[in-house]
């Protein structure tokens, strides 16, 4: 079955610490996203990528990393500049604009 | 201003309701209008996509989209338990903007 792929499920990290959450699409979309979800804020674009290695801001990206080395991959790097890091991470794909987005099932990453 | 405003709800109603729910938005340039559902610690999953104003029907679910007024709206009929969710408006044209998601509970 064709989907998006997102590991881990739940992640705790030490301050201090970079962590790197996965994304992998078999749906040969060619663009994904990382969003970032937050009690009563919606969510909140980090990065986007339209093809292979070029990828653009979101409107949060600071302190946040990603690559996009090939079509079923966009990994995204939380740096531990992030203070308040603890939140739900999604990953999106589609085919193209006006096209609906399919998510990976989410990170809830947590700062212990 | 948020360019894309959703009330949060919670929103509480007896199955078999009619549900309403709404988003606005700001800028007038934005052309894809859609509509996710997404249960507790999951992913958001597509319902409804339109590019026009007017109505699209999908079974028990009708999207409405008035371009004028910059409103959106999403319409449940016959509500069930099983449509007890969050319910998210996406507008945008290249990268989508979502609203903060309204929390609708079906009561039995």
């Known amino acids: 079955d064709g989907g998006i792929t997102q590991s881990p499920k739940y992640l705790f990290r030490k301050e201090g610490q970079n962590v790197t959450l996965s994304c992998e699409q078999n749906?040969?979309?060619?663009?994904m996203y990382w969003y970032r979800q937050d009690p009563g804020q919606g969510l909140r674009l980090i990065y986007y990528s339209q093809i292979v290695n070029d990828f653009q801001k979101g409107d949060i990206a600071e302190v946040y990393s990603v690559s996009r080395e090939k079509k079923e991959s966009f990994p995204l790097t939380v740096t531990s500049a992030q203070k308040n890091p603890t939140a739900f991470y999604l990953c999106a794909s589609t085919t193209g604009e006006g096209y609906g987005y399919t998510f990976g099932s989410g990170t809830r990453l947590t700062v212990v | 201003q948020k360019e894309v405003e959703q009330d949060p709800g919670p929103l509480s109603v007896p199955e078999g309701a009619i549900v309403s729910l709404n988003c606005t938005y700001s800028?007038?340039?934005?052309?894809?209008f859609m509509w996710y559902r997404q249960y507790s610690r999951k992913g958001p999953e597509l319902l409804m996509y339109?590019?026009?104003?007017g109505n699209k029907e999908d079974g028990r679910f009708t999207a409405q989209v008035d371009k004028s007024s910059k409103y959106i709206s999403l319409f449940i009929r016959d509500s069930q338990p099983s449509d007890s969710a969050t319910y998210l408006c996406a507008i945008g044209n290249n990268d989508m903007r979502f609203g903060a998601g309204t929390r609708l509970t079906v009561k039995p």
């Open positions: 749906l040969n979309h060619d663009a």
């Open positions: 339109t590019y026009s104003s």
């Open positions: 800028n007038s340039a934005f052309q894809y």
